[in-house]
């Protein structure tokens, strides 16, 4: 019940930035935990950052500590990711991903809902 659509992805050099955005729509949107994974070609899914509903929980891996800050507008019923200081390991395909708030307490995994994937590139 829960449709995710992503957005923002790019090419961008080395040392630069990106903000994704996540539209989320459906039922007892309060229910979930939103975030975003990554994937690389030959690597699995990794859980990147995620945030509760009120904003007052979040989760980081540590690959992107001090780099990227997820944020959300209730309100209009988006997530956001800057990513700043990007790096070509940053390389990958980015999903919205939707979780129960439990999962953010556990480096939001497992997800149950998955937005269509936005591609970003880091690359001279």
């Known amino acids: 019940q829960l449709h995710l659509v992503e957005s923002g992805g790019g090419l961008v050099q080395p040392g630069g930035s990106l903000r994704l955005s996540c539209a989320a729509s459906?039922?007892?949107?309060?229910?979930?935990?939103l975030g975003w994974f990554r994937q690389a070609p030959g690597k699995e899914r990794e859980g990147v950052s995620c945030?509760?509903?009120?904003?007052?929980?979040?989760y980081y891996a540590d690959s992107v500590k001090g780099r990227f800050t997820i944020s959300e507008d209730y309100s209009k019923n988006t997530v956001y990711l800057q990513m700043n200081n990007l790096k070509p390991e940053d390389t990958a395909v980015y999903y919205c991903?939707?979780?129960?708030?439990?999962?953010?307490?556990?480096?939001?995994?497992?997800?149950?809902?998955w937005g269509q994937g936005t591609q970003v590139t880091v690359s001279s």
């Open positions: 945030i509760s509903s009120s904003g007052d929980s979040t």
């Open positions: 991903a939707g979780m129960t708030k439990a999962a953010l307490r556990a480096g939001c995994s497992p997800a149950s809902y």
């Open positions: 459906g039922f007892t949107l309060d229910y979930y935990a």
